[in-house]
């Protein structure tokens, strides 16, 4: 998944579509990565393999991500040993620094999410539901946080028509999987004490 994410963002931003435009801004927001670290974490069965696996799937999908844009064309930079000044090399000190700095956001980011999925179904125990919350709604808080700075800085931009909506539908359907997972939590605290009391 981690490489389907990282190549399928640019590749669909290019074919100019609507509908590819719509699926590239999602695949290439944060919360989809911290999506990518959680669903590792989520399946992995220790919390140090949480960790370094989300680690690992962000890696893959940044580098994936910047080597799809690279073919692309991106990252050229003008030739300077060109006397016309009109040829282009490509800058692999563009290329490789961001490569780089977005991994030390996963080295940082992806295994805090892969623990997050790893602790939201690890926890034992009658009050295991309210235990696993707080981990089960890290991702609908960071694609609220998300939508809403991406929607204050990107209404009035050249996107806005297409990323507004995008952003808006997303935060609700963030918002409504927290409200379900909450009640769901405290419906599943509640009901061993409903039938011990009966």
């Known amino acids: 998944m981690a490489l389907t994410v990282g190549v399928s963002g640019p590749l669909l931003e290019a074919t100019g579509s609507p509908a590819g435009h719509v ?8 919360w989809m990565y911290a999506l990518i670290a959680f669903g590792t974490g989520l399946a992995a ?23 799809t844009k690279a073919t692309q064309g991106d990252f050229r930079v003008p ?17 490789l620094s961001m490569i780089a700095v977005w991994c030390v956001f996963a080295t940082v ?15 034992h125990g009658p009050r295991r539901p309210l235990l696993r919350l707080p981990f089960q ?19 009035g931009g050249a996107h806005a028509s297409v990323v507004g909506p995008v952003w808006t539908v997303t935060r609700l359907l963030a918002l409504t999987a927290a409200l379900f997972l909450v009640a769901a939590a405290v419906l599943a605290t509640r ?8």
């Open 109 to 123: 980011l992806g295994p805090l999410c892969g623990l997050a999925g790893h602790l939201s179904r690890a926890a």
């Open 191 to 198: 009901r061993p004490q409903s039938t011990t009391a009966s």
């Open 23 to 30: 699926v590239s801004v999602i695949l290439v927001s944060g």
């Open 45 to 67: 069965r220790s919390k140090v393999g949480a960790a370094l696996t989300a680690w690992g799937a962000l890696v893959v999908t940044v580098t994936a991500y910047y080597t």
């Open 79 to 95: 030739d300077y040993n060109d006397p016309s000044n009109t040829a282009e090399v490509f800058g692999w000190g563009e290329f």
């Open 137 to 155: 709604l890290a991702i609908p808080v960071v694609v609220v946080v998300e939508t809403t700075m991406r929607l204050t800085h990107e209404a």
